[in-house]
């Protein structure tokens, strides 16, 4: 059975850093990209970043270049978002999600096919 499960979330401080993981059991996952995406209440879903199946390659989302940093150890089977900088506008639901059939980051939701369920990281003034 395919799953993708995040941890890593939390409540912190304006300013401060959490790092999300996403542990993955996807047979094909060292094949394809993964992303992270993120949905405040009452908002809609939102890219955040991406990574390349090989882990060479990002894509941003502006707001978060420069504080965030998504990486993967494919050996592991895990995927990452290191998250520094933390702002009250932060506060959302965290999703990863993998592709099936893209090699490169991508900030299309329509090009990933599977998705954890989500962790929360609430950033306080």
């Known amino acids: 059975q395919v799953q993708l499960v995040e941890s890593g979330g939390g409540l912190v401080e304006t300013g401060g850093s959490l790092r999300l993981s996403c542990a993955a059991s996807?047979?094909?996952?060292?094949?394809?990209?993964m992303a992270w995406f993120r949905q405040a209440p009452g908002k809609a879903r939102q890219f955040v970043g991406s990574?390349?199946?090989?882990?060479?390659?990002?894509l941003y989302e502006d707001s978060v270049k420069g504080r965030f940093t998504v990486s993967r150890d494919n050996g592991k089977m895990i995927a990452y978002l290191q998250m520094e900088e933390l702002r009250p506008e932060d506060t959302a639901v965290y999703y990863c999600?993998?592709?099936?059939?893209?090699?490169?980051?991508?900030?299309?939701?329509?090009?990933?096919?599977?998705w954890g369920q989500g962790t929360q990281v609430t950033v306080s003034p």
């Open positions: 990574v390349d199946h090989s882990g060479t390659k990002t």
């Open positions: 999600t993998s592709s099936t059939g893209i090699w490169d980051p991508s900030a299309n939701g329509n090009e990933y096919e599977w």
């Open positions: 996807i047979y094909t996952f060292g094949s394809y990209a």
